[in-house]
């Protein structure tokens, strides 16, 4: 069993930046893959960016793809989601997730985190 803790959400103005945090509790990430997903309101939740824990291979959607970069800080045992240019459509609720594995893979998690809001406005 693994428990994620998320934070970093908040209200940011177009253009902005802010970086969310996932860790485990209880135990490290060894032999994991760790990804971010986000749910907005009225839609499918849908992957955003994956990271292997012990290879550091990454994976991301498109629209993340040159704006957003996941990463891991192996001392601290935390992954994080620096999302920069951030647009309106960003608007979500952002989950991290967890899944045995050494591969960055975009589907099949089996742990989730309780969400963090990330709000994009003017």
């Known amino acids: 069993q693994v428990q994620l803790v998320e934070s970093g959400g908040g209200l940011v103005q177009p253009g902005g930046s802010l970086t969310l945090s996932c860790a485990p509790s209880?135990?490290?990430?060894?032999?994991?893959?760790v990804a971010w997903f986000r749910q907005a309101p009225g839609k499918e939740r849908e992957f955003v960016a994956a990271?292997?824990?012990?290879?550091?291979?990454?994976n991301y959607t498109d629209s993340a793809k040159g704006r957003f970069t996941i990463s891991r800080d192996i001392a601290k045992s935390t992954v994080y989601l620096q999302m920069n240019s951030l647009k309106p459509d960003d608007t979500a609720v952002y989950y991290c997730?967890?899944?045995?594995?050494?591969?960055?893979?975009?589907?099949?998690?089996?742990?989730w985190g309780q969400g963090t809001q990330v709000t994009v406005s003017s």
């Open positions: 997730a967890a899944r045995a594995g050494l591969r960055a893979f975009t589907t099949g998690y089996d742990y």
């Open positions: 209880g135990r490290t990430f060894n032999m994991y893959a």
């Open positions: 990271v292997s824990w012990n290879l550091g291979n990454t």
